[in-house]
């Protein structure tokens, strides 16, 4: 008898997996055809146990929203970047890693994921009702302390969190995080300018003429109504060489790169942006009152800039710094090797 566990998006067969490569929760179609002429050729009693991520929701006010947890130990809360874009995925990079010894919680921020479907104004989408939505999540689950790892975007909510409840949180991971203030927000676009070529600058004044009458709502509709919209090839490609950026070798293209633009929600961004300069969001000097250990980890050559970084440093007390060589802003997929060496030693 073989008891297998699936769900959601996920397959996790400890008994299995040393000897198994999983691409994303997937597995490869020719190691399924090798498990299946293992297990005809052979009479075997295999119980193949699994550790399943649960999906559960919560309400904020009118407002649904969904988390995932899998594993048991001290909780620690996966906070993707975006705004908007698919937890699934920092759930898929992450996950596996820490479940044997943690309580992996990965919330579904408003506006992404399984909590996508909201209106997107100036009411819903603000740093304050991200940080409310935490920690209603953590009422909800009885946490009294969690470890927060925060990526990007994700950086930033855990570091807004942290100035606002300290008492709650246990440790900080930052991971290419987004700058805990207004300073030096700027930075992240004009270092993306700088790094695009004029020719690729021509190519996306052209692609943007294609797409720019539809309205951000209207984008996200089509990428999963119409994906062959002319709007949204266009589009694509201009997020394509954006992306692009992201990264210390530039001919890299993330391998879910289709999966994070067709389910990446790109109407929080500039609600976001709107509310950190308007409102000159700074939470440096909250931060510089906390003692909890925090671990800062970036490339050298992520596109935000290391003031970025540097203004991270210097808001921390207790703070660990990890920086890796020939490394954009997507350092779980350039460096992966050196993050989890970093990471795991972290939390050890």
Same mark, same amino acid.
């Given at each position: 008898m073989v008891q297998v566990c699936i769900v959601i998006q996920e397959i996790s067969l400890t008994a299995l997996e040393s000897k198994y490569d999983f691409n994303n929760g997937m597995f490869n179609i020719h190691k399924i055809e090798l498990m299946k002429k293992i297990l005809t050729g052979f009479t075997l009693l295999i119980t193949i146990n699994c550790v399943a991520q649960q999906l559960d929701s919560f309400q904020n006010g009118k407002i649904k929203l969904y988390y995932e947890t899998a594993g048991s130990g001290q909780p620690i809360y996966l906070l993707a970047g975006g705004p908007g874009y698919p937890p699934e995925i920092i759930a898929r990079q992450?996950?596996?890693?820490?479940?044997?010894?943690?309580?992996?919680?990965?919330?579904?921020?408003?506006?992404?994921?399984?909590?996508?479907?909201?209106?997107?104004?100036?009411?819903?989408?603000?740093?304050?009702?991200?940080?409310?939505?935490?920690?209603?999540?953590?009422?909800?689950?009885?946490?009294?302390?969690?470890?927060?790892?925060?990526?990007?975007?994700?950086?930033l909510l855990a570091q807004a969190f942290a100035a606002t409840h300290p008492q709650l949180v246990a440790k900080l991971i930052l991971v290419?995080?987004?700058?805990?203030?207004?300073?030096?927000?700027?930075?992240l676009e004009d270092n993306q300018y700088a790094r695009t070529?004029?020719?690729?600058?021509?190519?996306? &004044? !052209?692609? $943007?003429?294609?797409? *720019?009458?539809?309205?951000?709502? +209207?984008?996200? &509709? !089509?990428? $999963?109504?119409?994906? *062959?919209?002319?709007?949204?090839? +266009?589009?694509? &490609?201009?997020?394509?060489?954006?992306?692009?950026?992201?990264?210390?070798?530039?001919?890299?293209?993330?391998?879910?790169?289709?999966?994070?633009f067709y389910n990446f929600n790109f109407q929080p961004i500039?609600?976001?942006?709107?509310?950190?300069?308007?409102?000159?969001?700074?939470?440096?000097?909250?931060?510089?009152?906390l003692s909890i250990p925090v671990l800062i980890i970036y490339g050298r050559q992520d596109d935000q800039g290391e003031s970025t970084f540097q203004e991270q440093i210097e808001s921390f007390k207790?703070?660990?710094v990890v920086v890796l060589e020939k490394c954009g802003h997507e350092i779980i997929q350039e460096q992966p090797q050196q993050f989890f060496k970093a990471l795991l030693g972290f939390l050890q």
């Open positions: 992450l996950r596996d890693s820490l479940k044997s010894k943690f309580t992996v919680i990965v919330l579904h921020q408003r506006g992404s994921g399984k909590s996508k479907n909201i209106v997107c104004t100036e009411e819903t989408i603000n740093i304050a009702a991200y940080v409310s939505d935490l920690f209603l999540l953590m009422k909800v689950r009885g946490d009294s302390k969690a470890i927060l790892l925060g990526e990007s975007w994700g950086g290419a995080s987004a700058p805990p203030s207004y300073k030096f927000w700027h930075v070529s004029q020719n690729e600058k021509d190519s996306m &004044q !052209l692609l $943007q003429r294609i797409f *720019e009458k539809k309205t951000p709502a +209207a984008l996200d &509709q !089509l990428k $999963q109504t119409h994906p *062959e919209d002319a709007a949204v090839k +266009a589009y694509y &490609q201009y997020v394509t060489i954006l992306h692009r950026n992201h990264y210390y070798n530039r001919s890299h293209i993330d391998p879910e790169f289709d999966f994070a500039p609600l976001i942006d709107k509310d950190v300069l308007e409102n000159k969001r700074d939470y440096t000097a909250q931060l510089k009152k207790n703070k660990k």
